[in-house]
C-alpha cells in the first residue's frame, strides 16, 4: 500500500512564506502525476498545482506567480513552495499522487494565513 505524508504547515502572516513537502513511501511504481490540492472551510477540494514525470507543471490561476511546485523522482518527495501567501490560502493541503490510473492521498496538513 502507498502511504503520503505532507508536513510544513502552520500559522504565518499575509505575505509570508510556507514550504510543503510530501514524502511517499511503499509500494511505489512509475508515478505519473502528482500534486498538491487544498480544501478551504466550506468550499470543494481544489487543485493548487501538478507536475508530471515529464516535468510539465500546471497551476490554479489564484496561485500562479506566488507558488512553485517540484518533484524529486528518486526520492519520491513532492514539494511545494509558497510564498507572498493570502488570507485566502488558508485551508488543508493534500499530496496527491497518480499511479497506473489509481489516485493516492494524504491525510493533510494544514495551512493558516493570518495576522
Known amino acids: 500500500q502507498v502511504q503520503l505524508v505532507e508536513s510544513g504547515g502552520g500559522l504565518v502572516q499575509p505575505g509570508g512564506s510556507l514550504r510543503l513537502s510530501c514524502v511517499a513511501s511503499?509500494?511505489?511504481?512509475?508515478?505519473?502525476?502528482m500534486g498538491w490540492y487544498r480544501q478551504a472551510p466550506g468550499k470543494e477540494r481544489e487543485l493548487v498545482a501538478a507536475?508530471?514525470?515529464?516535468?510539465?507543471?500546471q497551476y490554479a490561476d489564484s496561485v500562479k506567480g506566488r507558488f512553485t511546485i517540484s518533484r524529486d523522482n528518486a526520492e519520491n518527495t513532492l514539494d511545494l513552495q509558497m510564498n507572498s501567501l493570502k488570507s485566502e490560502d488558508t485551508a488543508v493541503y493534500y499530496c496527491?499522487?497518480?499511479?497506473?490510473?489509481?489516485?493516492?492521498w494524504g491525510k493533510g496538513t494544514v495551512v493558516t494565513v493570518s495576522s
Open positions: 511503499g509500494i511505489i511504481f512509475s508515478i505519473n502525476v
Open positions: 496527491n499522487i497518480k499511479m497506473y490510473g489509481m489516485d493516492y
Open positions: 507536475i508530471t514525470n515529464g516535468w510539465k507543471t
